[in-house]
């Protein structure tokens, strides 16, 4: 549905010079669709991962082609870290690292009230010792959505507060890079 969807894209705006309408066009019929529940569906695998990530690379080529007149592998090979950095988006799977552990700070602030999702948030008590530990919390090995979200959040190097607001805490996770 949404390579259909970019693919329609492209094929219409080719008359259409206003960059900001093709990205609001990507992000509202396109990305939205990719992201659509990605916390409970994140691949773990990174073939899977690739596999969504083409999609957008697929449109920051086009879109990049749009403004420079060129296409990004030719005649120079423009590595795709670096087209959306030039095109100010956030990589897919950034996004839905970022989304897991806003979910995460939703549970802990009662925004989601779901107590039997609560109950399964293991908080770690560090013993006194000599070398200090990071991990908030205690993470048994298994990819159940609440457990990688819990395992991005101990491998952040800063790690957001969670009595901030939620305004503060969004803008905190952007503006950190969340590990791959």
Same mark, same amino acid.
């Given at each position: $549905? %949404?390579? +259909?969807?970019?693919? $329609?894209i492209i094929r219409y705006c080719k008359?259409?010079?206003?960059?900001? *309408?093709? +990205?609001?066009?990507? #992000?509202?019929l396109v990305r939205s669709k990719v992201?659509? %529940?990605?916390?409970?569906?994140?691949?773990?695998?990174?073939?899977?991962? =690739?596999?969504?990530?083409? !999609?957008?690379?697929?449109?920051?080529?086009?879109?990049?082609?749009? !403004? /420079?007149?060129?296409?990004?592998?030719? @005649?120079?090979?423009?590595?795709?870290?670096?087209? !959306?950095?030039?095109?100010?988006?956030?990589?897919?799977?950034? +996004?839905?690292?970022?989304?897991?552990?806003?979910?995460?700070?939703?549970?802990?602030?009662?925004?989601?009230?779901? @107590?039997?999702?609560?109950?399964?948030?293991?908080?770690?008590? @560090?013993? @006194?010792?000599?070398?200090? +530990? /990071?991990?908030?919390?205690?993470?048994? /090995?298994?990819?159940?959505? #609440?457990?990688? %979200?819990?395992?991005?959040?101990?491998?952040?190097e800063r790690k957001p507060d969670f *009595?901030? /607001? =939620?305004?503060?805490? %969004?803008?905190? #996770?952007?503006?950190?890079?969340?590990?791959?």
């Amino acid at each position: $549905m %949404a390579y +259909r969807n970019l693919g $329609m894209i492209i094929r219409y705006c080719k008359e259409i010079d206003d960059i900001d *309408a093709i +990205r609001t066009l990507y #992000l509202s019929l396109v990305r939205s669709k990719v992201e659509y %529940a990605s916390f409970i569906w994140s691949p773990q695998q990174k073939c899977h991962t =690739k596999t969504i990530e083409s !999609i957008q690379s697929k449109f920051t080529r086009y879109l990049f082609k749009k !403004i /420079n007149g060129f296409y990004p592998k030719f @005649p120079q090979n423009i590595p795709y870290k670096q087209l !959306i950095q030039q095109l100010d988006l956030p990589t897919l799977e950034n +996004r839905r690292d970022q989304s897991k552990i806003k979910f995460l700070y939703k549970i802990l602030n009662c925004t989601i009230d779901s @107590p039997q999702i609560l109950e399964r948030v293991h908080f770690q008590i @560090p013993p @006194p010792g000599l070398r200090p +530990r /990071n991990n908030l919390f205690k993470v048994r /090995n298994n990819t159940s959505p #609440l457990s990688t %979200a819990m395992k991005l959040y101990n491998d952040l190097e800063r790690k957001p507060d969670f *009595a901030l /607001n =939620k305004t503060e805490f %969004a803008e905190f #996770l952007e503006s950190i890079s969340v590990p791959d």
